[in-house]
């Protein structure tokens, strides 16, 4: 049987970064994936230009029944220090909107930079490897095609159900299972909503509309793109929002956010009062949308034949639009999976599990989940170099 120090389980972003840190340790390492190339979700990522991290990280801005789980590892490796990795490779970067930061070329001289590294380091890169039974042996061993492999430590860093086209699957739950973790339950997070049938019906003729909105659940709210589509909503404030609509809830849309349309269409039936209802709110909202709009608060006509209670109904159609979601569009176009490893069993500075001493668990594989916009790839980073520090 071969063996060496660490065996790691997943070539992604968290995998990669855990792989290089350990081996510059002068740790054996061994890293296997079932996938023909490394990085397949960086590669993808940012329309291909790969949204890394995001200045504004900060443990507020990730979901877990652990809130303070992350802070450890965000305060430790953090994003300054993985732009400092992309300046000494050369690579260039530029800052798009609130934060988020894109390689100026393609999402490939991440993977590359990570590659190299982990080549420089000494990491062994196993790829197209079917990964089978998992289990301790005085420290672990992994079954593959080719035989055994065992080591001291594993590091479980095999990602979630999401975009499951490109590989994904449960392998690191059945693990963490096995060894005895808990799991939070998991669904797709950062993923499109699906609209009933008659809400479909209703909402047909909007598909390929996009504008900037704000989408709330409870108290929480993101102002971002919205588009609509043939299946239902989405666009950036939808997927950050099904972060935290649960199935049966209502989301919350308000089509002009900052406008106070109420009193703007009082004053503008003074000025522009023969002119039709949504020819006037087509200032504030695409045609079709203010058509749409207009049409389901049922005022029509010219603007200075309505009365100060219908433009009330108007602005409330614009600006607090109540709709039910039937689902999501599944882990098939979801950016990430919510859930997963219980951060209980894991030590925040480490993510060694506290039960199963060598045993550990990084990236999206663990109930830390990012909101949109680069902040997933840096706990990626973050718990990766964590666990690199100690396996």
Not at 69 to 76: C, G, H, I, K, T
Request: a positive charge; proline letters at 4%.
């Amino acid at each position: 049987m071969e063996r060496c120090d660490v065996i790691i389980l997943g070539a992604g972003a968290a995998g990669m970064m855990a792989g290089i840190e350990a081996a510059r340790r002068g740790r054996r390492v061994v890293m296997l994936d079932h996938a023909q190339a490394p990085g397949e979700k960086i590669r993808i990522s940012g329309g291909g230009r790969c949204n890394f991290t995001n200045l504004s990280t900060a443990p507020e801005r990730f979901l877990s029944q652990n809130p303070r789980f992350s802070r450890s590892a965000l305060a430790r490796f953090t994003p300054a220090d993985f732009i400092a990795r992309l300046d000494h490779a050369g690579i260039a970067w530029h800052e798009k909107i609130a934060g988020q930061l894109f390689c100026d070329g393609s999402a490939t001289q991440v993977v590359g930079m990570l590659t190299a590294a982990m080549g420089e380091a000494g990491v062994s890169l196993r790829l197209g490897v079917e990964i089978g039974a998992v289990r301790r042996a005085g420290g672990f061993v992994v079954e593959t095609p080719g035989g055994g492999l065992a080591a001291e430590s594993l590091v479980v860093a095999t990602g979630g159900k999401s975009i499951p086209k490109m590989g994904a699957t449960g392998l690191g739950y059945r693990i963490a299972e096995s060894f005895g973790l808990g799991l939070v339950e998991t669904r797709p997070g950062l993923v499109p909503l699906t609209l009933s049938e008659p809400d479909l019906a209703a909402t047909s003729a909007l598909a390929g509309v996009a504008l900037p909105a704000r989408l709330s659940v409870g108290r929480t709210a993101f102002d971002a793109g919205l588009l609509f589509t043939h299946r239902g909503l989405s666009g950036p404030a939808v997927l950050q929002i099904s972060n935290y609509w649960r199935e049966g809830g209502e989301v919350v849309i308000d089509l002009a956010p900052g406008e106070r349309l109420g009193a703007a269409l009082r004053a503008a039936r003074t000025e522009s009062g023969r002119s039709a209802v949504q020819t006037v709110l087509a200032r504030w909202l695409p045609e079709r949308l203010a058509a749409f709009v207009t049409a389901r608060a049922g005022v029509e006509g010219r603007l200075a034949d309505q009365p100060n209670a219908a433009l009330d109904r108007l602005a409330e159609a614009a600006q607090a639009w109540r709709l039910r979601p039937t689902g999501s569009e599944g882990y098939r176009t979801a950016e990430v999976t919510l859930g997963g490893v219980d951060t209980r069993g894991l030590d925040a500075r480490t993510m060694e599990a506290r039960a199963v001493p060598g045993l550990y668990f990084v990236g999206e594989v663990i109930d830390v989940t990012g909101w949109l916009g680069g902040y997933n790839f840096q706990w990626a980073w973050s718990s990766g170099w964590a666990a690199g520090q100690v396996a």
